[in-house]
């Protein structure tokens, strides 16, 4: 351990940070409802459409995934388009649809907030507020978020440093609300096959430096349907304490993000074989816990 502390090629400077674990050495835990994220809880999966379309999209969606084991719903309904002539989401249309589905299924929600004059209206049906890739170091909502208790899901910048995603998790902590989940989504590299490149060296190393739970987004870090599976395997292992996955009914008729996001048939067999994967890492949790 020791040789791996001197090893280690990040040091981050300012002392006395509450994101780090030399400050708060015990894992953080995040309770939404009966879902519990990070220490020694079992990996979770939040799964669903990238954009809420419609009532029985997301309600199908919602149905299946939960079926085969998700144990959260996601659904952008305020959606950060390149283009501004592209679907935006329905809004509070969307957030609206993403209730109904909850109190069918039961699942807690995580939604994207963009905007800190939405956060009020977004919270009011979240379970999760997601802040997205795009919007890392967008200061004044991470402090906005920072001023109510809500669970926050706080996607890495596609070009950020470890350094820069802790200082933004660290900005949500210090306004007062430590319910801060971390997500690595992939970072832009000269990656000529796949959108992103998932860095899933980051997991262990978040593990070690901070006591956040870090989940993994395999969709948006691949963009291609067919890496999804074996990278959340990837994830799992390298230490993840969940999965945020883009399941779709008609994947290819998804209005967002078709490429990535996958169907009922390949989130079962997913499921199944994570399933496998955390029996078999119960067996040997001594040999698999890197950090
Ligand atoms: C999303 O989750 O649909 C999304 C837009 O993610 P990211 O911010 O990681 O691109
Ligand atoms: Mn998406």
Known sequence: MKNFEQQWSIDIPLDGLQVLRREHPEDTIIQIGDVRIGGECEPIVIAGPCSVENEEQILTIAQTVKQHGAKMLRGGAFKPRTNPHSFQGLGEEGLKLLQIAREETGLPIV??????????LVARYADVLQIGSRNMQNFPLLKTVGGIQKPVLLKRGMAATLEEFLLSAEYILSEG??????????????????????????VPAIKHLSH????????????????????????????????????????????????QTIGFEQFSQLMQTINHFIEWQKLHAS?????
């Open 212 to 259: 956040l739970p870090i989940i993994v987004d395999p969709s948006h870090g691949t963009g291609l349907r067919e890496l999804v599976n074996p990278m959340s395997l990837a994830a799992l292992a390298a230490g993840a304490d969940g999965l945020i996955i883009e399941v779709h009914s008609h994947p290819d008729e998804s209005i967002t993000d078709a490429f």
């Open 177 to 202: 609300n430590p319910n801060v989940i971390l997500c690595e989504r992939g970072i832009r590299s000269f990656s000529d096959f796949s959108r992103n490149t998932l860095d899933l060296n980051i």
């Open 111 to 120: 939604t994207e907030v963009m905007d800190p004059r939405d956060i009020e």
């Open 287 to 291: 040999t698999t816990t890197v950090y």
